[in-house]
């Protein structure tokens, strides 16, 4: 019969929902192994990209079971946020609906493509059992000091209708979501005190050696630990002040102008204290920078825009005047807000003071040349060397100028050396209705008042219409709203801003552990026999976003006792998939180079979808998607099928013991016995230690050649055969299940092979009869042996200079040297 995976994958689906094969308990004689791919959002169905990120994780965990371990591997829906609104506007129904009617989807989805998940954990985010523990976290953060409301500018996106957190604005200022220009806007907003755990965020960097490199190097970039000093300084003449950061105290005698951020409270403070055109002059020209984008205003070599306020600030160390401006590229929420202008050695100000023209002093000068004339520098000058125009500091050498005038500044009480970070609070409020309500009241004669977490859930109200234009459908609920203060039975009303979406992914590995636990977010057994996650598998998008936030969540989780204390880290291990491009482009919609995965599967299969997946490219690199190399993946996936169909009453009947290589004399048999093993060997190399998925299916193919070539004679043939036909089987199977478990079972094997124990190589069939060994005559290639294997440098050197080949190619000729490289070559180094 041919090939029928339409028959073929449903009937094994099935079959492992049935069994359970793939659900798991903690047990403590079985070492665990957890794996788990970031949970998709659940837009409507699953694309490449998914089909790639869930092979790579259920190759995973079926290889790990299959070699013994106790496998932790389940999946989720990561489903409030802001697609389901505005699917839901578009599609007149209700982000609810929308929702569950997507989850079912993708569900059946990944059961089509086999995954072998413990389905009973799966958890969906929107369910009011999963965001009550959203809001109990958020409880016990207030009761920290981890959570806190504040009025403060943040990134606002229009088309989106809400706030979006530091990390939300990408490339050049514009929403993570919609590209949308991202502006300024004043708001009463909650933060988490994520830079509480700045320090150890980036010191454990250090210890997440199963991570890939680049992903730390973001994250230690995007935490930004600068040692510096603070420091105020006086605006003349006002009573008034302004607090300053500097990483290079000692450039501080080259301060030329003072710049402050647009958004700067001092900025309307020094309006109000001008004249009237001033003042206006002031306030709208701070109201147009803070509408600029944040990447707009600090590009190195972008025009610069700035305002002069009128005011002088006080250079603390010498006393001198200096100009304050407004200026575009100065950042509210990075430092202070206010920067000392220091030209000659910033490129920024440079720019900034030329033009303006504005002065520059040079406090920075190369070792043994002369201080650079201000007049003819063309760009800031290198800011390392020794001091120059600095007063007594003169000659210091740079690191020695930043210590004594740093002590300098602390021994007179005029500032302090501290560290800081560019990592900021996280911004969590979002004016959006689809997520977790914020579990606070606000009473007029309370205050802010936390929901008791004996009422918690707060419930999402689901009779709740979203506006068609966007805005949060919260604020039309006021039977919602309105409430009872838990204190003092006053007239209340609830918060309606909600969590940004990111809180539901900082902490569901966790909840996947604990089955049915209702009275805490998860049992503490169950996370100390699992946790942390072994491999987590998804994009290098989520480096600076997800994955910081939850780095940070386990940190708190930790420090609240629900985990032990040494337990600090989430992930031990990290893989970040490459990207499936197609016509040299990322698959998108809207460049129309999307491949339907229902289609594919309807065409060709799940087993054929996976094998083209994981062949076409090693996991971390970017994959070209082929219509041709899918049609190769069937292909070879019928060839499979055949070969053991073909075979299927010899395979039945023979023999099941493994035959030792010295019981086999024929070339032929002892050349197939060794390809099986060696295959065995390399393919879970290829797995485990490499994750070289590619390579171990190419590896695979040469065995199925070797098989498809070989004609079993006689009973140690057949029973050669069969352990042929085994092998490829459980070496095949963590890629392609279906046809996998088909085979098994046509091949006279009751049990279900994904549970069957994974192949081990023959150390003896892994010996070679013979090794090639060539010969080369100063470095060129003239000869190749075929010599006894394991021969030593000098066994191996005297053999070859007996060869007849050999005695003739240096006939004649003075022998130097003699180098042998034992299975592999000899070189005859000669004269004359």
């Known amino acids: 019969m041919a090939y029928d995976f339409r028959a073929i994958e449903p009937k094994w689906q ?9 659900h798991v308990e903690a047990a403590s004689d079985k070492e665990k192994f957890y794996c788990l791919e970031m949970f998709p959002y659940p837009s409507g169905a699953l694309h490449m990209g998914h089909l790639r990120n869930y092979s790579i994780g259920d190759l995973t965990a079926r290889f790990l079971r299959m070699n013994g371990y106790n496998v932790m591997y389940p999946i989720g829906f990561d489903s409030f946020g802001m697609p389901a ?14 929702t569950r009617k997507n989850i079912d989807h993708m569900i059946k989805q990944l059961k089509s493509m086999g995954c072998s998940y413990d389905w009973r954990r799966t958890v969906k985010t929107f369910e009011p059992e999963y965001y009550r523990w959203n809001q109990w976290f958020f409880l016990q953060m207030l009761k920290k000091g981890l959570a806190y409301r504040k009025h403060a500018p943040v990134n606002w996106c229009e088309t989106c209708g809400t706030v979006l957190a530091n990390e939300q604005v990408i490339g050049d200022g514009v929403c993570w979501r919609c590209d949308t220009p991202v502006v300024k806007r004043g708001l009463d907003q909650w933060f988490l005190r994520i830079t509480d755990y700045a320090e150890e965020l980036l010191e454990y960097l250090d210890k997440l050696t199963g991570w890939p490199e680049r992903v730390l190097t973001m994250q230690r970039n995007w935490i930004g630990r600068s040692e510096g000093v603070r420091f105020d300084i006086e605006i003349a003449g006002t009573g008034l002040s302004l607090e300053a950061f500097t990483t290079r105290i000692d450039t501080i005698f080259g301060i030329t102008f003072v710049a402050i951020a647009a958004e700067h409270p001092i900025t309307s403070e020094l309006a109000s204290r001008s004249d009237e055109a001033k003042r206006v002059e002031i306030l709208d020209f701070a109201a147009r920078m803070a509408q600029r984008s944040a990447i707009e205003r600090t590009a190195v070599g972008g025009a610069k825009m700035g305002l002069d306020t009128g005011f002088k600030a006080k250079n603390p160390v010498n006393g001198e005047l200096v100009p304050i401006w407004i200026a575009d590229y100065i950042l509210m929420d990075y430092g202070t807000g206010a920067i000392m202008g220091v030209p000659a050695h910033d490129q920024r100000d440079f720019d900034f003071v030329r033009k303006y023209g504005l002065g520059v002093i040079p406090v920075v000068r190369r070792e043994g040349e002369p201080i650079p004339n201000p007049d003819e520098m063309t760009e800031a000058a290198e800011a390392d060397g020794i001091a120059c125009n600095s007063g007594e500091f003169d000659g210091l050498p740079t690191p020695v100028a930043i210590e004594r005038i740093g002590a300098w500044f602390e021994e007179r009480g005029l500032g302090k050396r501290e560290t800081q970070y560019r990592l900021r609070d996280w911004l969590i409020s979002r004016q959006r209705y689809w997520g977790t309500p914020i579990p606070v009241i606000y009473c007029d004669k ?11 859930p707060v419930r999402l109200p689901l009779n709740a219409k979203v506006p068609e234009n966007g805005g949060n459908a919260l604020l039309g609920c006021p039977d919602w709203i309105n409430t009872v203060c838990p204190e003092c039975g006053g007239q209340a009303r609830r918060e309606t801003d909600t969590m940004d979406t990111f809180i539901c992914s900082s902490w569901y590995f966790f909840r996947y552990l604990s089955l049915g636990s209702g009275e805490a977010p998860f049992r503490r057994d169950d996370a100390d026999y699992w946790m942390p996650v072994d491999l987590y598998i998804g994009g290098i998008e989520h480096a600076c976003l997800h994955l910081i936030y939850a780095r940070f969540f386990t940190k708190m989780i930790s420090d609240l006792g629900l985990i032990p204390p040494d337990m600090r880290e989430p992930f031990t291990g990290l893989l970040t998939q490459g990207m499936v491009i197609k016509d040299g482009a990322k698959m998108s919609k809207s460049l129309g180079n999307v491949v339907d995965l229902d289609e594919i599967i309807k065409k060709y299969g799940a087993d054929t979808a996976r094998l083209f997946i994981l062949f076409a490219s090693p996991p971390d690199r970017s994959l070209d998607w082929s219509d041709k190399g899918v049609e190769g993946a069937s292909r070879f996936l019928n060839r499979v099928f055949r070969l053991v169909e073909d075979s299927v009453g010899g395979l039945k009947t023979a023999d099941r013991k493994r035959v030792p290589m010295s019981a086999i004399e024929n070339a032929e048999s002892r050349d197939l016995k060794r390809l099986i093993h060696s295959t ?23 065995l199925t050649n070797g098989l498809v070539s070989y004609k079993p004679k006689d009973a140690i043939g057949w029973a050669l055969f069969r352990e042929g036909i085994e092998s490829l089987l459980l070496c095949l199977n963590p890629f392609c299940p279906h046809i996998c478990e088909e085979l098994w079972e046509m091949s006279g094997n009751g049990s279900i092979l994904a549970l069957t124990a994974w192949p081990k190589a023959d150390e003896d069939a892994l010996k070679v009869d013979k090794v090639s060994v060539v010969l080369q ?19 191996l050197a005297r053999r070859v200079m007996r060869m007849e080949e050999t005695k003739r190619r240096i006939d004649g000729k003075e022998v130097v040297k003699v180098i042998a490289v034992p299975d592999k070559l000899v070189n005859i180094v000669i004269k004359g």
């Open 14 to 22: 099935e079959k492992w929902e049935e069994t359970g094969a793939f």
């Open 446 to 456: 309370c205050g802010i008042v936390p929901v008791p977490e004996e009422s918690l």
């Open 777 to 795: 005559v100063n470095g060129k290639l003239r000869e190749q042996f075929e010599m006894d294997p394991g021969l030593d440098r000098d066994e």
């Open 85 to 98: 609104e505005n699917a839901a506007i578009k599609m007149k129904t209700h982000p609810a609906e929308w």
């Open 680 to 702: 065995v060997d390399r393919v879970t190399r290829d797995i485990k230690e490499e994750r070289q998925l590619n390579t171990a299916v190419a590896r695979m193919m040469e």
